[in-house]
């Protein structure tokens, strides 16, 4: 997975709901008008901070995050002008304001946890808190950024401040969740959408403790008026057409594969799906094809739906 990313649709209590991937052309004048000398005094003052242990110190497991977080302040140096930098147990976060940073640093620890209990190893991330959407949009191209509170690109998390800002706090943990889950998934072979974003947000709204009907409130509502849903598996056009509705649908999806065959079965397919065609790794690890699949689908959503 080269570019994935979150388009909070905002339910009750502010919890983002959906995720949603599209292109974006670069914005013009990246460098926003630095002069060179101070670019170059901003990019010797991030490496002084992103330095790592003296030489005699052990090992440091973020010195591939570090060199990371420092390549992308020397890509865009402008951006990082009074810039700080936190450090979680398996993330380095670099960005303005210092409270904001601090407490993305915590919450990626949290989010880490869920990931690695759930999928297991990763390497960690560099998550990225510019000053505002323009910004994000050049850290993020071509990666749709209008409205995002966050958006993962190339094993990096992009954070949005002004979006972010406005999610409640289990909002903002579901997200930081979610875009790590992708971090940690990527791989060589893409996946289904509905699979992609199915799993990150089956991950992130594991401990949420919210009903489903809060999770997936446009698709509940589409449900209750006999609008069109739950037709088939969310595809592409789905995602771009009526995006509320195909990342709640899969979440479902993902969601009804962990409660039929287990959480361990749900990762199986995922890694099975980065190895082959979707339709052989449905047979391989849970022995259904995709059209059963889809039936055995529809009917535990509709139920689910019904009974929050």
Known sequence: MTVTSGVPVVVPDGVPGVRAEADRRR??????????????AVAVALAALLAGPEAAAPPDPLLALRLDARAAAR?????????????????????????????????????????????????????????????????AAPAKVEGLAAVATGGRVIVQPAAFARLSATGRLVVVTHELTHVATAGPR??????????????????????????????????????????????????????????????????????????????????????????AALREVLGLTPGRLTLEWRAYARGQLARS
Do not use: K
Request: net charge positive; glycine share 10%.
């Open 27 to 40: 914005p013009a004048n990246p460098s926003h008008g630095v002069r060179p000398r101070r670019a170059a």
């Open 75 to 139: 890509e865009h140096p402008g951006m990082w002008t009074g810039a700080s930098v936190a450090r979680g147990a398996r993330a380095v976060v670099v960005g303005s304001p210092r409270p904001l940073v601090a407490e993305i640093a915590a919450l990626a620890d949290r989010a880490d946890r869920a990931v690695r209990r759930i999928w297991g190893g990763y390497g960690g991330a560099v998550v990225l808190v510019p000053r505002g959407e323009e910004q994000t949009a050049v850290l």
């Open 190 to 279: 893409a996946v289904p959408m509905w699979l992609m974003e199915g799993f990150a947000d089956y991950v992130g709204y594991l401990d949420s403790g919210l009903p489903v009907r809060t999770v997936a409130a446009e698709l509940a509502a589409d449900v209750a008026a006999g609008r069109p849903a739950l037709r088939e598996l969310p595809g592409p056009g789905d995602f771009a057409a009526r995006p509320a509705q195909a990342y709640e649908e899969a979440w479902l999806a993902c969601r009804y594969i962990a409660a039929r065959f287990g959480e361990r079965r749900l990762v199986a397919l995922y890694r099975a799906a980065r190895r082959e065609e979707i339709g």
